[in-house]
């Protein structure tokens, strides 16, 4: 005979609107077992929690419901105030009668009987709970940040400087990412490499980050704590230590391939270093189109090389450590603008994406920050700039809407306007979407101040006419259709997920929403963490993103690594699948649904193993194992058909 | 030592638990040293008399196979419930309802019309159907009463041990003789309740191995394959096999011949209902591209191609599932 306590919450007018608490209180009276029950106004306030501590001591209960919200609420709240009775804090539950009734229900009377009965369910599981003991798993002080771009600067520098060891993996020759593409930032107007640049000499040269650009993480396993983790760290070809950075090489350098740092618009050589201030600051050579690694055919560079620093045979390094936590931040993609047929991009020269035209902005880019349009070079005299290029149109591209691109497209037409006095910018828009810190004035200075012209509705169509483009559209305010010439066309094109943030979700089997990017543990409360312990995101792979938000997700993903690194042991929840080996014929489903990688056959014992740290208590095996094997902690057969009994008895 | 007075009763069989009695081949003959039959009517020439006259609990063991589909059935249950000290459900009938509890699925026809009038290779002008009685010049002649339901033994009578399979494998069969041997012996049994095979399931004896990842892209019937893989798991393979769910027991015997497990030995301990873990356990393998991209028509495409999937995986144990015993209370209200 267990002795059970119920405790319900009114939680202020939210539950007791719609559930008459006081019946509710004189049927649980009468339950079997029940030895005490009380409402209060708020549960999870000061007062109720020691309503709840006194009852325990009091009544001497050894069973607690409490019958407020969701578990993702307070579960916590009350584990721990039973914990601090004297109680196992696991043989509390909650019923929730507030989201799953009071919440969706009008009828007074129907929704306190169905509270009774959520209740009394909850009831029946408690009595078969039994008391756990949370276990302990060590930790590894080490972090890793898989992503070279601000995000993941930003994330290994707080951990570094914090005083833990950092790895930070980049799959580029540098770090930067996008970030060290872009002339100028919004809305403040300062120049990106200026500010960044600081940053990646700091990860270059700080003592507890381990950089490894061109490299790629092949394969995590482990859990919070200890994630053993394989890196492939491809070869440069140039040994680091030896190059003196010369450049006598690249004149050589027989092979001309496009710059993917200036998005195509100039070309490079084969061996090169992709922007002057590139972190860590040296050569590669790019094995896809060097003719020399295989030296019979070419040589050139390694004849010139007076420190003798180019290493033809240099192979792959594989690394394999051990990281207690993991940082994502692998960043977006623009969307492929070729994908929208109507504005001609490779067809029309002179249609060009954001990110081009921010190239042929920077100081640093292709014309050295004179505007010229790629077709033949010449200053445009008006430029249009089309915001949602590919974005808000479900129908044909993405649904959503990126944040960023209004402010950049904006940012373009203004720096446009400060580049070329007289010229005409365009912005063709379907919202203007300001919503961040001087935002909304940045926009006003350019449409107001600045002369930059804003015309609300979509361009259908562009099409060439002569050595100009024309436009065609509609002005959604006038309802008139618009059409005009222009000397060069800028898409804002909105954000895809990574090729990176796909790769790493799919080896960390990291879930993610529809769009592809890396799902939050909560939208809300928990927005730099993953429905996997010790995993946490930051930037853009978890969705668009300004860069103040990317730098700040950074900042409080490194927070939460550091939490994990600053101690030796972590707790964790022991309500996780057991596996009955006396009925387990070892089929492998469960290794196959568990989305965390959790379970595992051992092969000398000939048996299936939960590594108990790993599991997260889904209970996606309890449900498929076909021989009934597997169950959750206090989530037994039995305890979930004795609920549901209760839920479902007649009368 | 002396002999256990053992009675074979039978229900709605097909005397296949019989045969595989016989099967024991030499082994028998041990049976007859130990037993003393006092009721076998498949092999000997016993009446139910025979087994009514006996003395209340004269019989040490009663084993009954067959399930309960006759008013009949039930009063011979009964009866060898009173006559006997322990009591066998002996094959997939006796424990789960077996084949014969496949009627019980509610159809908008009754069970006689569908098999005495709709069947193709019927000719029944008139119409007859089994009647419990029928008056021939003036003398009545009885039948015994179909009941609405074919029920698993223990529906009737209480039940103290259980040897599922269909029928009941030769190795199951030997180890019933070995626990007899010990009750002629020494007059201990096992605790009441007790299965006669494996606590596990099928894989742990099967022998296939298993791929790392055991998802599979499509259902097919065996005679689609071009090739089975004698060595590899069949559900990889998209043949449905229903080994994972089921009790361990028989050897592995349709697995060996390329033939998927068809469940007869019914699930483990911890299952109550053997066919809907078996469907759970698939659909989460089933590795359908993104099942949420998909249509409803897409999926029911992939789903429809299961043949009969009632009897795929209810083939022996829907008399024990929880949709009969669901549509069997509300057919009581």
């Given at each position: 005979m267990s002795r059970v306590g119920v405790f319900v919450c009114h939680c202020g007018r939210n539950i007791a609107h719609t559930v008459d608490i006081e019946k509710v209180v004189e049927k649980i009276k009468?339950?079997?077992?029940?030895i005490h029950i009380e409402s209060n106004m708020y549960m999870c306030s000061e007062p109720g929690q020691t309503v709840l501590k006194d009852a325990i001591n009091k009544h001497n209960l050894d069973r607690v419901v409490v019958a407020a919200c969701s578990k993702d609420m307070h579960e916590d709240t009350f584990r721990i105030a039973t914990k601090e009775a004297g109680l196992n804090q696991y043989l509390t539950e909650m019923a929730n009668i507030r989201e799953q009734c009071s919440w969706v229900h009008e009828e007074k009377d129907k929704a306190t009987e169905k509270t009774i009965r959520i209740i009394e369910s909850t009831i029946e599981k408690v009595k078969r709970n039994q008391p756990l003991v949370p276990y302990q798993i060590p930790v590894t002080q080490k972090a890793l940040v898989i992503g070279g771009g601000v995000a993941g600067i930003q994330a290994a520098l707080d951990i570094a400087d914090a005083g833990y060891e950092v790895v930070l993996v980049e799959k580029d020759s540098t770090i930067g990412g996008k970030m060290a593409q872009l002339a100028e930032t919004f809305p403040t107007l300062d120049c990106s490499q200026c500010i960044l640049t600081p940053k990646m000499v700091a990860v270059g040269r700080h003592p507890n980050i381990s950089l490894l650009t061109n490299s790629e993480v092949e394969n995590i396993d482990g859990y919070v704590g200890s994630f053993k983790v394989r890196i492939n760290k491809k070869p440069r070809y140039v040994i680091e230590e030896k190059c003196t950075l010369c450049d006598d090489c690249v004149s050589v350098c027989p092979v001309i391939v496009h710059d993917e740092y200036n998005v195509g618009l100039t070309p490079r050589k084969a061996i090169y270093i992709a922007f002057p201030q590139a972190v860590p600051a040296n050569y590669i050579i790019d094995p896809n189109t060097c003719l020399g690694i295989d030296p019979l055919i070419c040589a050139k560079c390694k004849e010139v090389c007076e420190p003798r620093a180019i290493d033809f045979d240099m192979q792959p390094e594989i690394i394999e450590e051990e990281f207690g936590a993991i940082i994502v931040a692998t960043g977006y993609t623009p969307y492929p603008i070729e994908s929208i047929g109507e504005y001609g991009y490779g067809t029309?020269?002179?249609?060009?994406s954001g990110l081009e035209f921010e190239r042929i902005l920077a100081a640093n880019g292709p014309t050295q920050g004179v505007i010229r349009r790629p077709s033949d070079g010449k200053i445009p005299e008006s430029v249009v700039f089309i915001h949602c290029a590919g974005s808000r149109d479900p129908a044909k591209h993405l649904e959503y809407c990126s944040k960023i691109c209004c402010m950049y497209a904006t940012k373009h037409a203004l720096q446009y306007k400060h580049l070329v006095h007289d010229g005409t910018a365009i912005n063709f828009y379907i919202d203007v979407r300001t919503a961040g810190k001087d935002y909304e004035e940045f926009y006003k200075r350019a449409a107001e101040e600045e002369g930059v012209i804003y015309i609300r509705g979509k361009v259908s169509e562009l099409l060439q006419d002569g050595e100009r483009i024309l436009v065609r559209g509609v002005n959604t305010l006038t309802s008139e259709a618009v059409e005009l010439h222009t000397d060069l066309v800028v898409l804002a094109t909105g954000l895809l997920p990574s090729e990176g943030t796909k790769e790493i979700s799919n080896i960390l089997k990291l879930s993610c929403d529809n769009k592809g990017f890396v799902k939050e543990a909560h939208p809300k409360l928990k927005p730099v963490e993953t429905a996997i312990a010790g995993v946490f995101v930051a930037g853009t792979a978890s969705g668009p993103k300004d860069i103040p938000e990317t730098v700040a997700q950074a900042s409080g993903a490194a927070a939460k690594a550091e939490t994990i690194l600053s101690s030796d042991f972590m707790d964790r929840d022991p309500v996780i699948a057991e596996i009955d080996e006396n009925t387990c014929g070892v089929c492998h489903t469960c290794i196959h649904v568990c989305p965390y990688g959790a379970i595992y056959y051992d092969e000398p014992l000939n048996k299936i193993v939960v590594r108990e740290a790993l599991c997260e208590g889904c209970g996606s095996c309890a449900s498929a194992c076909p021989s009934g094997s597997i169950e959750l902690r206090n989530s037994t057969y039995e305890s979930i058909s004795a609920s549901i009994k209760a839920l479902l008895r007649s009368g | 030592m002396k002999k256990i007075n053992l009675a074979i009763a039978l229900g709605a069989t097909c005397a296949g638990c019989d045969v595989a009695i016989l099967d024991l081949n030499e082994k028998i003959l041990e049976v007859f040293d130990l037993v003393d039959f006092k009721f076998w009517p498949t092999a000997m020439d016993f009446k139910i008399d025979d087994l009514k006259n006996l003395k209340d609990g004269e019989v040490d063991v009663g084993i009954y196979h067959g399930s309960i589909r006759t008013t009949e059935d039930a009063e011979i249950a009964k009866i060898l419930r009173k006559k006997s000290k322990v009591v066998v459900a002996f094959g997939a009938c006796a424990n789960f309802g077996g084949i014969p509890s496949l009627a019980n699925m509610p159809y908008e026809k009754s069970m006689f019309d569908v098999v005495?009038?709709?069947?193709?290779s019927m000719d029944n002008p008139e119409g007859t159907v089994p009647q419990t009685s029928i008056t021939i010049k003036g003398t009545e002649l009885t039948l015994p009463g179909i009941r609405k339901d074919a029920d698993a033994l223990d529906a009737v009578i209480d039940i103290d041990y259980y040897v599922p399979g269909c029928p009941p494998m030769v190795p199951l069969i030997e180890q019933v003789v070995e626990v007899l041997k010990v009750f002629a012996s020494t007059g201990q049994l096992p605790p009441k309740g007790t299965v006669i095979a494996d606590t596990k399931t099928l894989c742990e004896e099967c022998g296939r191995t298993k791929p790392e990842e055991i998802s599979f892209k499509d259902f097919i019937s065996p005679q689609e394959v071009?090739?089975?893989?004698?060595?590899?798991?069949l559900i990889p393979q998209g043949i449905i096999c229903m080994g994972p769910a089921t009790r361990a027991g028989c050897d592995a015997l349709c697995t060996k011949m390329n033939v998927g497990c068809r469940g007869c030995l019914g699930p483990t301990d911890k299952v109550k209902d053997h066919g809907l873990k078996m469907i759970s356990a698939l659909t989460s393998l089933l590795d359908v591209d993104v099942e949420e991209d998909m249509s409803e028509e897409e999926l029911h495409k992939v789903v429809d191609k299961i043949p009969d999937p009632l009897g795929t995986f209810y083939r022996f144990t829907y008399g024990k599932s929880l949709i009969y015993n669901l549509h069997s209370e509300e057919e009581i209200k």
């Open positions: 009468d339950v079997d077992e029940v029309i020269h002179d249609v060009i | 005495y009038k709709d069947v193709p071009q090739e089975i893989d004698p060595d590899l798991c």
